[in-house]
């Protein structure tokens, strides 16, 4: 019996997600991602040229939910721009926490994979992760105007050396099986955001 879906591109890209977070993107043939999602390889190609144009796909499509979900988190009412930088990072923290947890973070598993394979791709990683920054120096800069974060911090720097932190530590994470990395880190963005 075929499997039913609405979109299949969608299917095709929500597969990979899941296939490419477990096991990267080199190491997934377009035999294995097809069979995943059961699709004929014809509606691959009807959808995508190439599977490094599936990759770039797949990266776009993560980031477009990614910030979605950051813009939710950001915008929780009834809390201070600074408690809701902080449940993104707990967010953050119980994702790696787990040594062998189910990684879903495509920027974590695929950068250094793809930097050097795929230009398209690389891009697509570079412009993600601004945004994703650029999210962060908002929240940062409302925090310093609602009062919940220190007025010295400089929203755009600070941004980037958090990302960068917790980028680190989850790699970390994931090569020391332990959720020790990213303790840490949330130890160092406490000590960061403090207002004292």
Wanted: hydrophobic share 35%; charged share 25%.
């Amino acid at each position: 019996m075929k499997p039913s879906f609405d979109d299949t591109r969608q299917h095709l890209l929500d597969t990979g997600h899941r296939v490419m977070s477990g096991k990267g993107f080199s190491c997934v043939g377009l035999s294995e991602l097809l069979n995943a999602a059961g699709v004929p390889k014809g509606s691959f190609y009807h959808y995508f040229k190439s599977k490094e144009q599936y990759g770039q796909a797949l990266l776009e499509d993560y980031f477009r939910k990614y910030l979605r979900d950051m813009d939710l988190c950001f915008t929780f009412e009834g809390r201070s721009a600074g408690e809701n930088l902080m449940r993104y990072w707990r967010e953050w923290l119980k994702l790696y926490s787990e040594p062998c947890g189910e990684q879903k973070c495509l920027v974590v598993k695929l950068s250094a994979e793809v930097a050097d394979l795929s230009e398209p791709m690389r891009l697509t990683l570079c412009k993600g992760t601004d945004r994703v920054m650029a999210r962060l120096a908002d929240c940062l800069e409302a925090g310093r105007a609602d009062g919940s974060l220190p007025q010295s911090l400089e929203p755009r720097e600070t941004a980037a050396t958090l990302y960068q932190l917790w980028l680190g530590a989850s790699l970390l994470a994931k090569l020391h099986r332990s959720g020790e990395p990213v303790a840490q880190a949330m130890a160092t963005t406490r000590r960061l955001l403090d207002r004292g």
